[in-house]
């Protein structure tokens, strides 16, 4: 699709050089404006014309364009880049022309492909739970526009006035599912069934202890069973104190929850779920936000699963927990030999696909091919219009994003340097759907150094995963001799720390201006294949080392790696080799060998933990060239020939301990050479009638 590529200066507040940034582009100069929002607006109106997608340098005023486009019935994509707080307002903009255009570049790439989508349904059935002062209150607020049902979970002595919503009291409540199909259960401990009491007040007048209060629930502290209250209940049948049937529950499209203290606690919690506290304006928050969720809404699906290449586990043998365990949202979980992601309770982070050893799970809000190819364009735009080393900081659309505009806010007063000019910002949903395939690719590429931006909104386990899979990538480029390419976990909370922090890591990443030689540019394309992407980086990491190495060895955790083999134990058994996930392991079908094929390793443990004798063990480290490829033996043995036809069936270590452990048993009582025989011999043996021996031949005998 051909594009028109508009930018402004914003009011000459910063520098821009229309000429060298087309050039950089491939393109004749671009027109520059000044005003293009205000007295050059006629410009932009003109540049609508047609249906090329139109890239345009400024998102202050993108509501403002896009309002114009539609007023105009324009038809042309739009797309926006902000270019004023991410580097022309700092005290380098002078400086910033190549990464000007690496930003243009990246928003004029095609669009990718569409990912699908997951269904939400609501109807606006809501449970307001919690203490009954404070839910009765809000269920009074909310009932005109939800359909509201109310647990009140304490023996509080608000009021409970007609009818108007069901109403329900309970104790130890339980919640789960998201949006549009929540499953709520409780235990009915009182003996008023608020949902059956009419509200008579029979049963206040009736109780002698006055153990019954407007809130219709009996107080069994005050109570000595006089059971008047029952009688004078009668037909409704509202109070049972020998209720069997004390488990409740119903299905909810949203969930209020007003206790203190959540239910839900993880930290992402469901779409759907709200649980303020007693903080007001927190309530009124979700309360404002429930009122949105009523109707058909939907989210991309932000993963995909290979099941057959996930190292969750083999034959009920444990191997990687990693996505379960880090996942804030716990939408994973283990379906036996593979684990099982809900896509409606997935938030989008990506934590799973950035520890996933094996590449089993792999994002798709962008998919990897689609964010490495924006990685490539912006890089080898940079450097072609004469910028040299580039760092990348990756950050959130949302927090992050916000800190970089505040940061660029700052810098045009005057009162911080703001990004500086070789720094190119790569916004993404969540800075941990990023990981070590994209990183190294990133430098494979030219960049001298990565960034990821923590605000200190994210789960603390991802931060966690982010820096252990930085020092697995760090060990493979310090290995190599390149040490001064720099992987960093930058902690910002504020403008001020930011700018602290980017100036910092811009000065360390590269090393010294003008010392050494620059790694040059790849020309793979990032892969679907997370371990593929990898292998790409790796190899030209490799082959313009500065130290080469044959194998470096990298930290515990690390998803590469050898196996290590006792052959004093290793009877050959293959159980190993049905184990592997990856085809690390394999046997030879001709001769008794175990043999391992490096590259493929994710050390999973799954062998490890599956070998009967106890004879394997993991080593990580990183085996180069062409031998890590190589299935290579690591076992074998001398075969054992069949005792009738001679067929190699086991090794010899294998048949003798075979016998030795059932020697007494009774299946091979008295016939031990069974044992010694293939299967095919030992069930015709076994077929054979026994002889019969005469009385003669034993008094021979």
Known sequence: MSQKTRICNCNNTMPLDGAAIGSALGEAPLPMASQLCRREVNDYLQTLEGGERIVIGCTQEEPLFRELAEMKSSV??????????????????????????????????????????????????????????????????????????????????????????????????RVQGWLGAFKASWQQSNPIDLELCTRCNACVKACPEGAISMAYQVDLDACRSHRECVAACGAVAAIDFDRADRDRGGEFDLVFDLGDAPLLRMHQLPQGYFAPGADEAATALAAMQMLELVGTFSKPRFFQYKENICAHSRSRQPGCNACIDICSAEAISSAGDHIKVSPQLCAGCGACTTVCPSGALTYAWPRAPDFGEQIRAMLATYARAGGARPVLIVHGDEEGGALVHELGQLAAAGAARGVPARVLPLPVHHVASVGMDLWLAGVAYGAVGVAVLATGCEAPQYLDAIAEQMTFAQAILDGLGHSSIQLHLLRARDAAELDCELQRFAASAGGVAGRGAMLPAATFHVAASKRETLEFSITHLARHAPTPQDCIALPRGAPFGAIEIDTGKCTLCMACVGACPESALSDNPTLPQLRFTESNCVQCGLCVRTCPERALSLQPRLALGAAAKQARVINEAQPYHCIKCQKPFGTLQMVENMVSKLAGHGAFSGNLDRLRMCPDCRVIDMMQPEKEVSIFEVKRQ
Not at 104 to 121: N, S
Not at 129 to 153: D, H, I, N, Y
Not at 156 to 171: L, M, N, Q
Request: hydrophobic share 40%; glycine share 8%; proline share 9%.
């Open 76 to 173: 042309a994509p739009l797309r926006f880049v902000n270019l004023r707080e991410t580097g022309g307002w700092s005290d380098e903009a002078r400086h910033t022309t190549p990464k000007m255009a690496a930003l243009l570049a990246a928003a004029r790439l095609p669009d990718p492909e569409p990912v699908p989508e997951v269904e939400y349904q609501s109807e606006g059935r809501v449970l307001l739970l919690g203490p009954a002062r404070r839910v009765l209150a809000w269920a009074r607020k909310l009932e005109r526009q939800l359909q509201v049902s109310v647990l009140l979970t304490d023996g509080d002595d608000a009021a409970i006035a007609g009818h108007s919503w069901p109403t329900f009291s309970g104790s130890a409540p």
